[in-house]
């Protein structure tokens, strides 16, 4: 029996085939909309860019998906054209938004991927989602203007907006750091060139990210909020290394890339999960030396 009809923006981006995985298996038809053609022949997949409303607006239209999830996004935040985080995070979501209201579709369920970045350096422990936005990057900002601009269709369709805090998993790119360091130990290598390693992150794994989405997608109760996912625990790069080098018996040398130390560094990133846990009181989650292990084992 299924669900109905869901669309995943990013449908093959690194979360995505997750999460499309955690809905096929649910019961739900998964169509995708991707900026790239993926590496399998799949129909229900749309290659198209979002910042081209002529183009979303077709697809929107002869999917007519019942629900949406909407990862697609410039997600690095050394990404090298500042002008993408905009065009692609905040018009293209809004692309998105007005094809679904114009075609009448999502009434299921829009959800919004944001990030925790845009709390920037909370002065809390733990940020819950009242905490006061403070964006330090470009990045940042294109998810909370993209936030503000998606209460303007609330009454269109329900609305869930997700601030997720790290996360990763075996696919991930590795100009992204946990699999950067994953891929240094599992190949033996001898050194590696990193910024600060004493700033702290909220790390989740994939899997049970895109389970999240999943059940929330099912819960009467998330409509209308803005939810964190993360675990609650802020794990250092420091520590990362040391995990990944008793798990794999290698030593490597640390090398510090000036370079690579970022303007504005947020220093401890943690997420409050207790709404979440509220919503979804039955999370089962993996442990980060489990996530490193599968990591590892790549």
């Given at each position: 029996m299924t669900h109905g009809t869901v669309l995943i923006t990013g449908r093959y981006g690194f979360t995505g085939r997750y999460v499309a995985k955690a809905l096929a298996d649910d019961g739900w038809q998964v169509f995708g909309i991707s900026s790239h053609t993926p590496s399998v022949d799949d129909p229900l997949n749309y290659e198209l860019?979002?910042?081209?409303?002529?183009?979303?607006?077709?697809?929107?239209?002869?999917?007519?998906?019942?629900?949406?999830?909407?990862?697609?996004?410039?997600?690095?935040?050394?990404?090298?054209?500042?002008?993408?985080?905009?065009?692609?995070?905040?018009?293209?979501?809004?692309?998105?938004?007005?094809?679904?209201?114009?075609?009448?579709?999502?009434?299921k369920g829009v959800i919004l991927a944001s990030s925790a970045n845009?709390?920037?350096?909370?002065?809390?422990?733990?940020?819950?989602?009242?905490?006061?936005?403070?964006?330090?990057?470009?990045?940042?900002?294109?998810?909370?203007?993209?936030?503000?601009?998606?209460?303007l269709y609330r009454e269109q369709f329900?609305?869930?907006?997700?601030?997720?805090?790290?996360?990763?998993?075996?696919?991930?790119?590795?100009k992204f750091i946990v699999p950067k360091i994953v891929s240094h130990f599992r190949e033996k290598e001898p050194t590696i060139h990193l910024g600060n390693i004493d700033v702290s992150r909220d790390f989740s794994d994939v899997r049970d990210v895109a389970k999240i989405?999943?059940?929330?997608?099912?819960?009467?109760?998330?409509?209308?909020?803005?939810?964190?996912?993360?675990?609650?625990?802020?794990?250092?790069?420091?520590e990362v290394i040391e995990l990944c080098s008793t798990i794999s018996e290698h030593e490597l040398d640390v090398v510090m890339n000036r370079d690579l130390v970022r303007d504005e560094?947020?220093?401890?990133?943690?997420?409050?999960?207790?709404?979440?846990?509220?919503?979804?009181?039955?999370?089962?989650?993996?442990?980060?030396?489990?996530?490193?292990?599968?990591?590892l084992s790549e």
């Open positions: 860019d979002l910042t081209d409303p002529a183009a979303v607006t077709k697809a929107v239209s002869e999917i007519r998906p019942d629900a949406v999830i909407h990862l697609a996004a410039i997600a690095f935040i050394a990404h090298n054209n500042t002008n993408d985080f905009y065009h692609t995070n905040l018009i293209g979501t809004r692309n998105l938004l007005q094809a679904l209201s114009d075609e009448g579709c999502g009434g845009i709390y920037g350096n909370a002065k809390m422990s733990y940020v819950h989602e009242a905490a006061h936005p403070s964006p330090k990057n470009d990045y940042a900002v294109s998810k909370l203007a993209m936030e503000y601009m998606a209460k329900p609305i869930l907006i997700t601030r997720p805090f790290n996360y990763t998993g075996i696919g991930q790119d590795p989405y999943r059940d929330l997608l099912g819960s009467e109760k998330s409509w209308g909020e803005t939810v964190n996912i993360c675990s609650g625990k802020a794990i250092s790069i420091r560094e947020i220093s401890i990133l943690a997420g409050d999960p207790k709404k979440l846990d509220a919503i979804l009181p039955k999370l089962d989650r993996h442990t980060f030396e489990q996530t490193l292990r599968w990591m």
